[in-house]
């Protein structure tokens, strides 16, 4: 496909934990439930470019992370194409609104908390960040990173209150504490994520998406140091994911790397 989007997600169980709970998604596949998952994907690029792609890490210490991602993850599986980006920012909204009450009525059955989701719609040469959680999104271009995302993290809002300075030794005890995240609890009428404005693309630029378990390992300079290199996405995030492994890995570790032509 000529002058095609190209994209490469990975998902590796890590060092340390005896089970992979992160999933993702990549322009309708589905990462699998195995130590390490690779997917990848081309989709059309220029004026009618659609791509949609997601990173989903499950979270609590009941076990069934794993049940959590995959149900978010399935259900943007299923959106259908929109042809106009308002109509897309209202069903995205409802497919977290979906994913929420999926997992409350799954909780019903098994001992599962929720998951981060974090998706990176692509339409007419411009991207959209959806956010819900710790899971990151990235935009490197001409050499320079910018995230995209806020971590929704007990840290960061006590960081952004003045309550804590960026490296204090207790923001990092509650940097895994979320103050948003789907499927949060059963009284919950809304689930809304936190959305970008539509950003325009330019030849040349790269899009990350990671869980925690990628940037909790690898400082944003050395993140960058892999996209300046101007490989494939497929490159890159095995690169990326090798890197987070090399320093303890410590966590599952997931990232997608998208690619304008």
């Known amino acids: 496909m000529a002058n095609a989007i190209n994209a490469f ?7 340390r934990r005896r089970k992979n709970e992160d999933t993702f998604l990549l322009h309708r596949q589905i990462s699998e439930s195995t130590d390490r998952s690779t997917l990848s994907a081309q989709a059309e690029s220029g004026a009618d470019a659609f791509f949609l792609t997601g990173v989903f890490d499950g979270i609590g210490s009941g076990g069934n992370g794993d049940r959590a991602s995959r149900t978010a993850a399935g259900v ?3 959106l259908s194409r929109q042809d106009a980006q308002a109509e897309m920012d209202i069903q ?3 497919g977290f609104q979906e994913a929420n009450n999926e997992i409350v009525r799954l909780r019903k059955t098994i001992s599962v908390a929720g998951t981060t989701g974090t998706v990176l719609a692509i339409y007419r040469n411009a991207c959209k960040i959806y956010h819900m959680g710790d899971s990151r999104a ?6 320079r990173m910018f995230q995209l995302t806020r971590d929704q993290t007990l840290a960061q809002m006590k960081i952004e209150l003045g309550l804590y300075e ?5 923001a990092n005890l509650e940097s895994h504490l979320l103050t948003d995240y789907i499927g949060r609890d059963t009284a919950r009428t809304q689930a809304a994520p936190a959305e970008s404005q539509w950003i325009p693309l330019q030849s040349g630029d790269r899009l990350l998406l990671c869980s925690d378990g990628l940037y909790g390992m690898c400082e944003p300079g050395q993140i960058r140091e892999v996209l300046n290199r101007r490989e494939g996405p497929e490159s890159s995030a095995l690169a990326l994911v090798a890197a987070a ?5 410590e966590d599952n ?6 690619a304008i032509p």
């Open 9 to 15: 997600g990975i998902s590796d169980i890590g060092c």
């Open 76 to 78: 943007f599986q299923k």
């Open 92 to 94: 995205i909204r409802r």
């Open 138 to 143: 990235y935009l490197h271009r001409d050499g």
């Open 166 to 170: 960026a490296g204090d030794a207790r």
């Open 245 to 249: 492994k090399e320093q303890g890995g």
């Open 253 to 258: 570790i997931t990232c997608v790397v998208v």
